[in-house]
């Protein structure tokens, strides 16, 4: 079966620290793959995107993320934490079917310390 | 600056009401989707539209009825609701359904109580 599994409901780091949030799925075929971030009360923002070629994609507010397909992983990172990063974040898989169906992970809440 | 509008951004009504949402895109996409977020679930698709035909429906039930009249505005009426459809309604868009250039963009939502 098809799934996006965020394994941290709810990550707290401080203001300048490194941040990973993990995300493993399942996908039959080759899988696209995509990091949301959504702010309290706001629609879902595109943070990056895989689709083939250099396993490591950069995306924006200084995001990155990596593809590893021995691992079924797509972690996201940042090497430094600003308090306005403070979100919950989104996982998702699609792939070349003719639906445009994503499959999305339950989150992960972060929360910044100062 | 989001390209996908939604109206309103809540809306509070009872079971026997009858109410729609409205979803806009100004992005030239061919493609739009509805879907429900409620707490501590993920993101549900409810419905995808394409070239303003419906191309799945993910057995939602009929007390919710969308339309797309054109490739820039999606409708999501609902009437008969339940206190469980309570939830965070998402429209997004993209330039097409498949492959690499099915990145979809979301509105602000539509946040919805039903009492």
């Known amino acids: 079966a098809q799934s996006v599994t965020q394994p941290d409901i709810h990550i707290t780091v401080s203001e300048g620290a490194s941040l990973e949030l993990r995300c493993n799925y399942s996908y039959g075929a080759t899988p696209y793959l995509f990091w949301y971030v959504q702010s309290p009360g706001q629609g879902l923002q595109l943070l990056l995107k895989?689709?083939?070629?250099?396993?490591l994609v950069q995306g924006i507010k200084g995001f990155e993320a990596e593809f590893k397909r021995s691992q079924s992983s797509f972690n996201l990172r940042k090497p430094s934490v600003h308090w306005s990063d403070a979100a919950e974040y989104f996982c998702?898989?699609?792939?070349?079917?003719?639906?445009?169906?994503?499959?999305f992970g339950q989150g992960t809440t972060l929360q910044v310390k100062p | 600056e989001t390209g996908v509008t939604q109206t309103p951004r809540h809306l509070v009504m009872g079971m026997t009401n009858k109410k729609s949402l409205k979803c806009e895109q100004h992005?030239?996409?061919?493609?739009m989707y509805w879907y429900k977020q409620s707490a501590k679930k993920p993101l549900e698709l409810m419905f995808v539209y394409s070239l303003e035909e419906r191309v799945e429906n993910n057995s939602v039930p009929s007390r919710f009825s969308p339309e797309c009249p054109n490739s820039s505005h999606l409708f999501l009426h609902l009437h008969t609701l339940q206190p469980e459809d309570s939830a965070l309604y998402l429209c997004?868009?993209?330039?097409?359904?498949?492959?690499?250039?099915?990145?979809?963009?979301f509105g602000a939502g539509t946040r919805l109580s039903v009492l």
């Open positions: 992005l030239g996409h061919n493609a």
């Open positions: 998702a898989v699609g792939g070349s079917s003719n639906t445009g169906k994503l499959i």
């Open positions: 997004a868009s993209s330039q097409v359904l498949a492959g690499a250039k099915n990145i979809q963009y």
């Open positions: 895989y689709f083939s070629g250099d396993t």
